[in-house]
């Protein structure tokens, strides 16, 4: 009888084990994954010669996918700071990476990377260079360009906007704004024309609530002769700016000063959108979190939201037992801010003791 429930009590310290050890192998696997940068399709073409050396290749790889990695997570001042940063520091960074689709084309190498960059090792290299990087977040915007033509008193709309017309023929791939344009609809006209003597006060609430978008941009341009006034009013996130530019020399006949304004007004408001999403890495804010061993289904879902929560930057098990498993968190932000990430993913914690816990 004795050997009995010697046997039991080993077959549930097993199930126990077995239970911890599943679920730090799933932890650890899905940390993973949540602890790189992705840089997809990178493609680099280079003629294939005698001397073809094909590490040169992966080295243009690397250069090419960390400056897309920078353009995606770094404001247009702070890229300044990490312009010149040597290949030796950039593979440093990389944590993996995959080769797909080469061909050869009319003596030519074509390749495209996928570069995986090792996320601490890029926060801190950024820390070091004094750089706060953004959460790469990619958003839909309403867009509502009104071009005023001064010199004709005219109000340009749709099809006889020039912004209009070429704001979505050229995206990069390291935008993280998608912009969806007004339909070419008479109303919207029709409210915007009755409201040109105040444009600049009107709301555009008329026109924003036929789409079922929360963020939007409203451009006015006002052209007078070769100069552009440029006034945009800003809503991303709740937050709202309005912003002033003034571009002289501005031919909008010509091409190429079409596509410098373009991409002058998409940095800007690029800028501002990892503004709002930046990380302040200098704030290092240790937790420490415990949760009931015997709950796997919540372990697992808890572990999946810390790996979703961009502010937290590194996790381990701290340590476990047959009643608690002990996570310590490095968070980016105020303890506030934690407990509000965590709530907003319907997560429960309890603050009450020296270990918070988790309901």
């Known amino acids: 009888m004795q050997i009995k429930k010697n046997l039991n009590s080993l077959d549930k310290l097993y199930i126990i084990f077995f239970s911890i050890v599943l679920f730090i192998n799933i932890f650890i696997t899905t940390s993973s994954r949540a602890s790189i940068f992705e840089i997809t399709d990178v493609e680099i073409i280079e003629p294939f010669k005698l001397n073809f050396n094909k590490e040169k290749v992966i080295d243009k790889g690397f250069k090419k996918a960390f400056i897309r990695l920078m353009a995606v997570i770094t404001t247009t001042d702070d890229k300044n700071k990490i312009k010149n940063t040597s290949l030796s520091t950039i593979k440093r960074l990389v944590d993996s990476f995959t080769i797909s689709n080469e061909t050869f084309i009319n003596n030519e190498y074509h390749v495209k990377f996928d570069v995986n960059f090792s996320k601490k090792n890029t926060l801190n290299f950024l820390e070091k260079k004094n750089v706060f990087p953004s959460i790469p977040k990619m958003k839909k915007v309403l867009l509502i360009p009104v071009l005023v033509d001064i010199e004709q008193d005219k109000v340009l709309f749709h099809s006889d906007n020039i912004f209009y017309k070429k704001w979505n023929t050229e995206t990069k791939k390291h935008f993280l704004l998608e912009y969806i344009l007004p339909s070419e609809d008479l109303e919207d006209v029709s409210i915007i024309s009755k409201n040109i003597s105040s444009i600049e006060d009107y709301d555009f609430e008329e026109v924003i609530n036929k789409y079922d978008i929360n963020d939007y941009i409203v451009t006015i341009i006002y052209k007078n002769n070769n100069q552009l006034r440029i006034l945009s009013k800003i809503k991303l996130n709740q937050l709202f700016k309005v912003d002033n530019q003034k571009l002289e020399n501005v031919?909008?006949?010509?091409?190429?000063?079409?596509?410098?304004?373009?991409?002058?007004?998409?940095?800007?408001?690029?800028?501002?959108?990892?503004?709002?999403?930046?990380?302040?890495?200098?704030?290092?804010?240790?937790?420490?979190?415990?949760?009931?061993?015997?709950?796997?289904?919540?372990?697992?879902?808890?572990?999946?939201?810390l790996n979703d929560i961009d502010l937290v930057s590194h996790v381990d098990i701290l340590k476990f037992n047959n009643q608690n498993v002990y996570y310590k968190i490095i968070y980016n932000g105020s303890p506030k801010k934690f407990l509000t990430d965590m709530e907003s993913k319907k997560i429960k914690i309890s603050t009450q003791n020296q270990f918070w816990e988790v309901q």
Request: aromatic content about 10%.
């Open 251 to 305: 031919d909008l006949t010509n091409e190429k000063d079409i596509n410098s304004t373009l991409s002058k007004l998409k940095n800007t408001y690029e800028n501002y959108w990892k503004k709002i999403n930046q990380i302040n890495t200098s704030i290092k804010l240790p937790i420490t979190i415990s949760i009931n061993s015997k709950s796997y289904k919540k372990i697992q879902n808890f572990e999946e939201i």
